[in-house]
């Protein structure tokens, strides 16, 4: 009997000293601030006198592009749109956003599809102006009026 009291009370004392550790990583984050986009210039497009066929007229970095079968009277100038980003120093992605513009006196039909922007998916770093020009398919014939419409830029941090 003493020799099982002694086996037991060996094993019961010897499993008492089993070893354990502890480890501990530290957490953190930085705070950034939001990115944020304001437009600076809108995308202008100027007169156009309504052509007898569909046309594309494209306004890039350096203004509007002349068009075989498009009368481009004077008046009101043709500029790209402008956007002010402020990233601070990150990357960010950029997507931009098909349209329409549409007659303002509601006429039905009247409608012509923007394009802006040539890079979706594009991305850039910092804070920084992007300019932003697109192609506007004028239909033939097209009806005469004011016509408006968005030209839409999404920024995001990568």
């Known amino acids: 009997m003493k020799k099982i009291t002694f ?14 550790a502890d480890a501990s990583a530290t957490a953190s984050t930085t705070i950034v601030s939001p990115i944020a986009i304001v437009v600076g ?7 156009l006198a309504s052509p007898a066929a569909i046309t594309a007229i494209t306004v890039g970095a350096t203004g509007r592009t002349a068009v075989t079968g498009i009368t481009l009277p004077g008046g009101t100038a043709a500029q790209p749109a402008t956007f002010v980003v ?16 549409i007659l303002s006196t509601g006429t039905n039909g009247a409608d ?3 394009v802006i922007g040539s890079e979706t ?20 014939n097209q009806p005469a009026g ?3 419409g968005t030209a839409k830029v999404t920024v995001a941090y990568q």
């Open 41 to 47: 210039d809108n995308l202008e497009f100027g007169q």
């Open 86 to 101: 402020t990233a601070g120093t990150f990357n960010f992605g950029i997507v931009y956003e098909a349209t329409s513009l």
């Open 7 to 20: 086996i037991l009370f060996a094993l019961i004392t010897g499993t008492s000293f089993a070893q354990s």
């Open 146 to 148: 004011a016509y408006a």
């Open 112 to 114: 012509m599809a923007l």
């Open 121 to 140: 998916g594009a991305t850039a770093s910092g804070d920084q102006t992007i300019t932003v020009g697109g192609v506007l398919t004028v239909g033939a």
